[in-house]
């Protein structure tokens, strides 16, 4: 299902909602923590580098946004008590969760299986299935307590149609494809909806990695298309689930 990027965010819309966003200190995670927080929700700005998630707080609190809050753990090292700390944290401060957005990812390396690095595949395993497994393992109880929630997995083209070279990162997105199927049929009688998201092509750091020799001028901006995850959060896709979901460029 296509989903249109051409949504204009109200402010207020999102008030009071509490969305966890992985991966928000740049790139599409920022870029999204921007649009959440224009539309008055809180967003858990979840990454691994203080330094550029306070600077991506600082633009989001200078531009007048609902203040985030930060969060700092490293998925790759991150362990179930990191986890279960995070479920107590968010429990004892907001009493539920609304959104959870797993957007943190690494692209690995372009290599055929045969010859793929070991050490990087599990890195590339670790960061982009088992963190968002176990994340939304220990989320599910905080998320239950909301009346509308959602899980949203964000995928890749790579991870729903097979391509040579792409390793432990399409691999990672059909696991990923996997457990939002999954987890989307286990839930299916709950207020928690669940969907995956290919954004398609963005300007951004793992773009330029996956495409060194591209110009970058002709993929959109994160900005461009970040709005549509405000109406994925809204009222208004309430019943969607279970939908492998893309963006409209
Ligand atoms: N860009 C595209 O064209 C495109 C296309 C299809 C799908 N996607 C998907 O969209 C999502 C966002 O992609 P992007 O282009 O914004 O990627 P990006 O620019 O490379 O950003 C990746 C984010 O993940 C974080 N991250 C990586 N390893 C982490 C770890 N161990 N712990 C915590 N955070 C970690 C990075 O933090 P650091 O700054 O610390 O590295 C960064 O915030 C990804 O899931 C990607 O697969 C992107």
Known sequence: MEIST???????ELKGKVILITGANRGFGKAMTLDLAKAGATVIMLGRDLGSLETAYDEVVDSGFAEPILYPLDLEGATPEHYEQLQRDIL????????????????GTMMPIEQYDLKLWYSTMQINVNAPFMLTQFLIPALSKSKDARILFLSSSVGRTAKAYWGAYGVSKFAIEGLSKTLSEELEK??????????????TKMRQMAYPAENVEKNPTPESVSPAIVYLM??????LNGEQLTLEI
């Open 234 to 239: 809204s009222e208004q896709t309430k019943s």
């Open 190 to 203: 709950t207020s928690i909806k669940v969907n995956s998201l290919d954004p398609k092509r963005m300007r």
């Open 92 to 107: 004892e401060n907001f009493g539920q969760l609304d959104g959870l957005i797993h957007n943190a990812s690494i692209i």
């Open 6 to 12: 051409n949504y204009s965010v109200t402010k207020d």
